[in-house]
């Protein structure tokens, strides 16, 4: 399918009762993602697996989708590189622009606002998912990733991974800790 290379959807190909598409891309296809890689901050272990429900309805183009993949990370308290799945669940609307500009033409009597729902225009007989595709996986991109939920980290005074080996440091709270609990008390 020559169009999925470009990860277009053609709206003709949308028919009444919907469009299914499932594909598989390589990172490489991604600018975002594969800069992402470029830089050192992961690596994709699994190439991105998208499955899509396309629906139409007037100049409305609606797309419900999956995207899963597999991320290698450093962890953020123990600095070992970790691997987990990355997935995605959207939806997205997409509005068909006329060709003679928003500007001129009348706001409609939609019952939806831009707040409630992602509303991406488009112009032309065609949408491209690949911006989106991008956009879904760096969200999903954990800001503190944890190689599990008890990750103990490193010492703060050693470096030891307290994972593999507990250390000699003393493991109590920095004096800087106790005088912000005091004040919280002397606040009551
Ligand atoms: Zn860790
Ligand atoms: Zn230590």
């Given at each position: 399918m020559e169009d999925l290379k470009k990860m277009e959807i053609r709206l003709?190909?949308?028919k009444e009762d919907g469009l299914t598409l499932e594909f598989e891309k390589s990172v490489d296809a991604f600018p975002i993602l594969a800069e992402m890689v470029a830089n050192g901050e992961c690596e994709f272990s699994a190439p991105l697996r998208t499955a899509l429900r396309v629906f139409r309805i007037d100049d409305l183009v609606e797309i419900d989708g999956e995207i899963e993949t597999l991320v290698h990370l450093p962890c953020s308290r123990c600095l070992q590189q970790f691997e987990t799945p990355l997935k995605s669940s959207f939806a997205l609307t997409y509005m068909q622009q006329t060709?003679?500009?928003?500007?001129?033409?009348e706001p409609q009597e939609?019952?939806?606002s831009a707040e409630d729902v992602d509303i991406v225009y488009f112009q032309g007989e065609k949408i491209n998912l690949k911006d989106a595709i991008q956009e879904q996986v760096v969200m999903e991109f954990p800001l503190r990733p944890f190689c599990?939920?008890?990750?103990?980290?490193?010492?703060?005074?050693?470096?030891?991974?307290l994972n593999q080996n507990p250390c000699d440091c003393e493991q109590r709270p920095s004096p800087g800790e106790f005088a912000v609990l005091k004040n919280l008390k002397l606040e009551k």
């Open positions: 003709e190909q949308i060709a003679d500009g928003v500007e001129d033409t939609v019952e939806l599990k939920s008890d990750c103990k980290g490193l010492c703060p005074k050693c470096g030891t991974d």
